[in-house]
């Protein structure tokens, strides 16, 4: 299988799809690995480590014409979508239930689609999507701390406070790999935490290991109001199966939020589970709304490139190797959990998360093969 590996585009986006080390293995076993010019330098490897490891470095205009498998980290450009064609595979972050437009380009070029975010699990984990999430999640807090303070626009508060003085209070809005990691940090600082889900099996298990240190919360509308008010910092941290994420934080808790108080919704890229929030970027990444601070950037991994692409290719090569060694087709039908990755093939919607999210039809993916 020939398996192509662009650079990716999307602003301050550093992360790499493959690393020298997997696209050695691959090569060792037969397949060709093509990747674009300097596509890994923002993680550390340079061109040469890849010409080592028995890949061809291209420019961009061999990447996607010709490739059987494009692995990438984020959602393809208009421009990336006009170079895929029916029979390739995408497999990459894709987050379609927010993105109409991309989900009706990725139907009209028939190309078959691999959603990171999909992959699931027969006990519900998302195995590709998880370590993105820990460092998503850990870094939510680490730059909403950082944004309280008045040198960048915040009340001018440290959440941990000092002897004779109130800590500051942190409000996680949802308990799974996300708001855990989010947990983890706003609890070592020294914050009052608040942790809201719907599941108190999880809740039960948040109190657990953090020996009941902080606010497990069941999440309805006025637990999640009560806690937003009183609350410095608040972290959306939901995620659905393929859907768009619910509005759990309406604009109205926002407005009565006080000045100079943050919001960082790390589901922006699902749409966001906060009214208020619309995607930023690592170069533009806040703005105020109701003077409450608002961070909204759709690769908050992406800061962190060395450790995200380390952390996400541990989760992406499996898969890599299975559709390299079996075709796409006999991979996806061997492993349930890829089935549950596939989001588009051959100009069919087969995620019922994205369908149900955009009001589109959908088909099972078991259809298509015969």
């Keep these: 299988m020939r398996i192509g590996v662009p650079k990716e585009v999307k602003d301050q986006e550093y992360r790499v799809g493959l690393t020298p080390d997997g696209a050695r293995i691959l090569v060792e076993r037969g397949h060709a690995v093509v990747i674009e010019s300097t596509a890994g330098e923002g993680s550390g490897f340079g061109d040469e480590a890849y010409l080592a490891a028995g890949a061809q470095v291209v420019g961009r205009e061999s990447i996607f014409g010709g490739n059987d498998l494009v692995v990438k980290v984020k959602d393809p450009t208009e421009d990336e979508v006009a170079l895929l064609g029916r029979d390739q595979v995408l497999y990459t972050y894709l987050h379609l239930a927010a993105a ?44 909403g701390v950082t944004l309280l303070q008045k040198n960048r626009g915040g009340k001018g508060l440290l959440v941990g406070g000092v002897p004779g003085v109130m800590r500051g209070r942190v409000t996680v809005v949802g308990g799974g790999i996300v708001g855990i990691n989010a947990l983890r940090v706003a609890h070592a600082l020294g914050a009052e935490v608040d942790v809201l889900d719907i599941d108190l099996r999880r809740l039960a298990y948040i109190y657990d290991i953090f020996h009941g240190e902080l606010n497990t919360l069941f999440s309805n509308p006025f637990n999640i109001e009560r806690s937003v008010l009183e609350s410095d910092l608040v972290i959306g941290a939901v995620y659905t199966h393929g859907r768009r994420a619910p509005t759990l934080v309406t604009e109205q808790m926002v407005k009565k939020m006080e000045t100079g108080s943050v919001v960082v919704d790390v589901a922006v890229d699902q749409g966001g589970c906060v009214e208020t929030i619309r995607p930023t970027t690592h170069s533009d990444p806040v703005y105020k709304l109701h003077d409450v601070i608002h961070y909204g950037v759709s690769n908050m991994p992406g800061a962190v490139p060395r450790t995200s692409t380390f952390a996400l290719t541990n989760a992406t090569f499996p898969f890599i190797e299975a559709i390299a060694q079996f075709g796409v087709e006999a991979a996806i039908r061997a492993d349930p959990a890829l089935a549950k990755g596939v989001n588009t093939w051959d100009g069919h919607l087969v995620c019922e998360g994205v369908g149900e999210s955009l009001g589109l039809p959908w088909e099972s993916i078991e259809k298509f093969f015969h």
């Design 100 to 143: 109409p437009e991309l989900t009706a380009k990725l139907l009209d070029c028939e190309v078959r689609t691999i959603a990171y975010e999909t992959i699931q699990n027969e006990d519900g984990s998302f195995p590709v999507l998880a370590p993105m999430s820990e460092v998503a999640g850990r870094l939510a807090t680490q730059i």
